[in-house]
Nanobody, 127 residues
Framework: VQLVESGGGSVQPGGSLTLSCVIS????????AGWFRQAPGQEREGLAL????????YYAASVQGRFTVSQDRNKNTIYLQMSRLVPEDTAMYYC??????????????????????WGKGTQVTVS
């Protein structure tokens, strides 16, 4: 399984970006996938999760209402639409997938160790 992120870049405060994560080699019917970020000197932060079997999404309070996670199962891609960006959103953004569980819940936002597949990240800079 491989995850490849794209769509990062530089944006002014108040702007928007959409990140993409293409997942290859994955044949699971339903697992938890989503987005994390990590700024220099800070811990990795869970932002948004989606159940790949369809439906449920979960968000961190810091991005609720500004970020939206979605998926296109035909393209094996998950997305993170980000709006009203602020300088504090500057970080490396990572896509992650866990096949260690057939469930997905908000608690997985705070459990990066449960994810056994990670992309290499895409940088988002808001300034």
């Amino acid at each position: 399984v491989q995850l490849v992120e794209s769509g990062g870049g530089s944006v002014q405060p108040g702007g928007s970006l959409t990140l993409s994560c293409v997942i290859s080699g994955y044949t699971g019917g339903g697992n938890c996938a989503g987005w994390f970020r990590q700024a220099p000197g800070q811990e990795r932060e869970g932002l948004a999760l989606i159940y790949t079997g369809g439906g449920s999404c979960y968000y961190a309070a810091s991005v609720q209402g500004r970020f939206t996670v979605s998926q296109d199962r035909n393209k094996n891609t998950i997305y993170l639409q980000m709006s009203r960006l602020v300088p504090e959103d500057t970080a490396m953004y990572y896509c992650a997938l866990t096949t260690r569980s057939q469930y997905c819940s908000s608690s997985y936002l705070n459990a990066p160790r449960i994810y056994n597949y990670w992309g290499k990240g895409t940088q988002v800079t808001v300034s």
